[in-house]
């Protein structure tokens, strides 16, 4: 069984993502070239970030949802770090 990170498109699947699961590391990434956040097929990633980010720079290249808003974050989850899930499309 495989699985992959959801890809978040809108406002619409923010709320909904925010409202029943909580803080979970989403589809995009900014490894490429830092602040063009993309899919994992290379198309733009929808973001909405919250006021003053990203600002991981290049140690932040995974994105996260968290209270709502996307921000930046490193790509390894670390037990008691602020997102510990991962939601996966299948």
Excluded at 2 to 22: C, H, N, S
Aim: charged fraction near 25%; include cysteine; aromatic fraction near 14%.
């Amino acid at each position: 069984m495989g699985g992959r990170l959801a890809l978040v498109a809108d406002d619409a699947e923010r709320a909904a993502i925010e409202q029943y699961t909580g803080n979970v590391y989403v589809e995009g990434t900014d490894a490429a070239k830092e602040r063009t956040w993309l899919t994992e097929s290379g198309e733009p990633s929808y973001t909405k970030f919250y006021d003053n980010q990203p600002n991981g720079g290049t140690e932040e290249n995974c994105l996260v949802l968290y209270e709502g808003w996307f921000h930046d974050s490193a790509c390894e989850w670390k037990a008691g770090y602020w997102a510990t899930k991962v939601l996966c499309e299948m």
